[in-house]
Each structure stands twice: as C-alpha cells, then as structure tokens.
C-alpha cells in the first residue's frame, strides 16, 4: 500500500532514528551517522553500510557487501519490506551486520 509524501517521510525519518539507536545499543564495533536522511554504518576496517530514505521512490533503500535492497512500507504489517526478496529491513540489517562481525547482532527496537 503506497504512502504519500509527507506520511513516507515521517515514517522514513522514524525508522531511521530508531536504527541508529539500535545499533548503537548493539555493538561498539559500528559507528553510525545519519545526517539528511542517510544513515551510514562504519565498521573499523573502514567499510560502510549506508541505508536511506528515497522520497521520489518512496522507499528506504539499503547497500552494503556489494548489494542493494529496495524497501517499501506495509502499512498492514508497518513494517518496511524488500521489493525482491520480502525479507525485513530491521532482519536484513541484522544479518548483514552479523556476517561482518562474524558474530549474532540481532537490532532491536527500544
């Protein structure tokens, strides 16, 4: 179900608050940053995950490990949900973040 602009936004917006503190509840190994709707995860090897609110598409957008994601809000489960695979942002996160840890980091909201 689509969204419009101002509810996408807001809606963007909150998520994006709403990981950065998970991820800094998670792990010190990760140091986010978001600023005008990017949020960027540094990892101490210098590699970054970015995830993004994308206004013209609507959508969150997710790159990391030499792919993306597409996300769109499901306003029944008020979940936002990869175009291609269906797989959750905040699980599609958490298991990327795993992998490069090498370790179980599961985000979870406060």
């Known amino acids: 179900m689509s969204v419009n602009e101002e509810e996408f936004e807001r809606l963007a917006d909150d998520e994006l608050h709403v990981l950065v503190e998970a991820i800094i509840a998670a792990s010190d190994e990760m140091d986010p940053d978001l600023e005008s709707g990017v949020l960027t995860i ?3 090897d210098d590699t970054r995950f970015v995830v993004n609110s994308h206004r013209a598409a609507r959508q969150i957008w997710m790159a990391a490990d030499r792919s993306a994601w597409h996300f769109d809000y499901s306003s029944n489960t008020q979940k936002w949900i990869a175009t291609q695979s269906g797989a959750e942002l905040w699980t599609a996160l958490s298991e990327l973040i ?3 840890l090498g370790r179980s980091i599961v985000l979870s909201r406060g």
């Open 98 to 100: 795993s992998k490069k």
């Open 42 to 44: 540094n990892f101490e």
